[in-house]
């Protein structure tokens, strides 16, 4: 450690950078062999029989060299990831500095890509439209909007995950949140279940238990009336599974072993819970099944705060909901992430100045909408109302009666 640098530190970021053009070359190299491997495929399926040897042959050759493609490391070692491993670093050398083992931090000097966290961007006709053409997603975080996440949950109502994802999409726990919360941190009388816990998983497969991933993670969520009826039955179906395993291992003990009494909510039917990385894989499989535009499993946590926020909740509820640390960090993230708020948004403004017989600028069709549904003499007091509570639906203005401090301004600058 003493003998550490600046210079070492910063030729291992260079090294991660080098690797990354490596893994572009594999990505387009496997991309390649994709597209070959279905070329050839079709130019057999399309012959004439009896099919030309030669056809068959271009094919498992393709075959083969998308599996070699496919082997190589292809996934970038983002910015984000490489922050991760400096504060890492550097934290543990700060420490040392504390204690007097060294006598200064060299990961202070390193310079690394600024990191800035994506913004969550919805699948939209047009973008789904460009996906399917092309197969490239807009954006490292997406998600789905409200009819894409009933077709993924009325797709994925028999699935033995179902009630796990249904959790996820309108409470918001993390994947190892939902994977690892037990029986005892929920309350079936009153509806809530306390986030203290969760299982986390490395890349060799191996499973622990830990705390929240911040002290804002720890946190009680109230289960909506759906969630809540389906954890009721899945309690029952739980103990039922229990109840036939134990016959199976009566019956022939070495086919199947001791059922594993984890206390966890959601398990597999010998008892034992679901390995994060399971519960990630068995999703991606489903939507891609389905021909869902593909979403990741901790995405579903954007759409729980899209759906609450069009729902009508407020930022702070929301933050709440989430588990995060800073109100900065939800409004940033949230606030104009679904279309049609964009779009109320944009009309919000110009809704505040009365017009005479309700017309609004450069907008007739509005004004024709208004004389057929509304009196040509309203108030200049309900439309100030009407406008009012349209604001505060869509916290323009937050109403000062949670008596929250420090939230920051919600206004339009």
């Given at each position: 450690?003493?003998?550490?640098?600046?210079?070492?530190?910063?030729?291992?970021?260079?090294?991660?950078?080098?690797?990354?053009?490596?893994?572009?070359?594999?990505?387009?190299?496997?991309?390649?062999a994709k597209a070959e491997c279905a070329a050839a495929r079709e130019a057999w399926k399309q012959a004439p029989k009896p099919r030309p040897p030669h056809l068959r042959a271009r094919w498992k050759a393709a075959q083969a060299t998308l599996k070699v493609a496919n082997a190589k490391p292809r996934q970038n070692t983002g910015p984000g990831t490489q922050k991760r491993y400096l504060d890492?670093?550097?934290?543990?050398?700060?420490?040392?500095?504390?204690?007097?083992?060294?006598?200064?931090?060299?990961?202070?000097?390193?310079?690394?890509?600024?990191?800035?966290?994506?913004?969550?961007?919805?699948?939209?006709?047009?973008?789904?439209?460009?996906?399917?053409?092309?197969?490239?997603?807009?954006?490292?975080?997406?998600?789905?909007?409200?009819?894409?996440?009933?077709?993924?949950?009325?797709?994925?109502?028999?699935?033995?995950?179902?009630?796990?994802?249904?959790?996820?999409?309108?409470?918001?726990?993390?994947?190892?949140?939902?994977?690892?919360?037990?029986?005892?941190?929920?309350?079936?009388?009153?509806?809530?279940?306390?986030?203290?816990?969760?299982?986390?998983?490395?890349?060799?497969?191996?499973?622990?238990?830990?705390?929240?991933?911040?002290?804002?993670?720890?946190?009680?969520?109230?289960?909506?009336?759906?969630?809540?009826?389906?954890?009721?039955?899945?309690?029952?179906?739980?103990?039922?599974?229990?109840?036939?395993?134990?016959?199976?291992?009566?019956?022939?003990?070495?086919?199947?072993?001791?059922?594993?009494?984890?206390?966890?909510?959601?398990?597999?039917?010998?008892?034992?819970?679901?390995?994060?990385?399971?519960?990630?894989?068995?999703?991606?499989?489903?939507?891609?099944?389905?021909?869902?535009?593909?979403?990741?499993?901790?995405?579903?946590?954007?759409?729980?705060?899209?759906?609450?926020?069009?729902?009508?909740?407020?930022?702070?509820?929301?933050?709440?909901?989430?588990?995060?640390?800073?109100?900065?960090?939800?409004?940033?993230?949230?606030?104009?992430?679904?279309?049609?708020?964009?779009?109320?948004?944009?009309?919000?403004?110009?809704?505040?100045?009365?017009?005479?017989?309700?017309?609004?600028?450069?907008?007739?069709?509005?004004?024709?909408?208004?004389?057929?549904?509304?009196?040509?003499?309203?108030?200049?007091?309900?439309?100030?109302?009407?406008?009012?509570?349209?604001?505060?639906?869509?916290?323009?203005?937050?109403?000062?009666?949670?008596?929250?401090?420090?939230?920051?301004?919600?206004?339009?600058?």
């Amino acid at each position: 450690m003493r003998d550490l640098r600046t210079r070492h530190i910063q030729a291992m970021f260079e090294e991660i950078w080098a690797f990354n053009e490596v893994k572009a070359a594999n990505r387009l190299a496997a991309q390649q062999a994709k597209a070959e491997c279905a070329a050839a495929r079709e130019a057999w399926k399309q012959a004439p029989k009896p099919r030309p040897p030669h056809l068959r042959a271009r094919w498992k050759a393709a075959q083969a060299t998308l599996k070699v493609a496919n082997a190589k490391p292809r996934q970038n070692t983002g910015p984000g990831t490489q922050k991760r491993y400096l504060d890492t670093l550097s934290a543990a050398l700060g420490d040392a500095v504390k204690e007097k083992l060294i006598t200064e931090n060299c990961a202070d000097g390193v310079i690394i890509p600024k990191y800035r966290r994506p913004d969550p961007l919805v699948w939209t006709d047009e973008r789904v439209a460009h996906w399917r053409k092309t197969g490239e997603k807009p954006g490292p975080v997406m998600v789905w909007t409200p009819e894409q996440t009933g077709e993924f949950l009325d797709a994925a109502a028999e699935h033995p995950l179902y009630v796990m994802w249904h959790l996820m999409v309108f409470r918001a726990p993390r994947r190892g949140e939902a994977t690892g919360l037990p029986w005892s941190e929920v309350d079936m009388t009153k509806g809530r279940a306390n986030i203290v816990e969760q299982l986390v998983s490395d890349s060799f497969y191996g499973v622990w238990e830990d705390t929240p991933k911040s002290r804002s993670g720890r946190r009680t969520i109230a289960l909506d009336s759906a969630t809540f009826a389906l954890m009721t039955a899945w309690r029952d179906v739980q103990k039922a599974q229990r109840e036939e395993w134990e016959r199976k291992h009566k019956e022939d003990p070495k086919k199947y072993g001791p059922y594993v009494d984890s206390g966890y909510v959601f398990t597999q039917a010998d008892g034992r819970p679901w390995h994060p990385d399971n519960v990630s894989q068995a999703f991606e499989r489903l939507i891609k099944r389905l021909g869902l535009p593909p979403v990741r499993l901790h995405d579903l946590r954007h759409c729980a705060a899209s759906l609450s926020l069009a729902a009508g909740l407020s930022m702070k509820a929301i933050q709440a909901l989430l588990g995060h640390a800073s109100y900065s960090l939800t409004a940033d993230t949230y606030t104009s992430l679904m279309p049609q708020f964009e779009k109320e948004a944009a009309d919000a403004p110009v809704d505040l100045v009365p017009r005479k017989g309700g017309e609004r600028d450069g907008n007739p069709a509005a004004a024709e909408a208004t004389s057929e549904t509304e009196p040509q003499a309203s108030s200049t007091d309900d439309t100030t109302e009407a406008a009012a509570a349209q604001r505060r639906r869509l916290y323009l203005v937050r109403p000062d009666t949670h008596g929250d401090s420090g939230s920051g301004d919600q206004g339009v600058a």
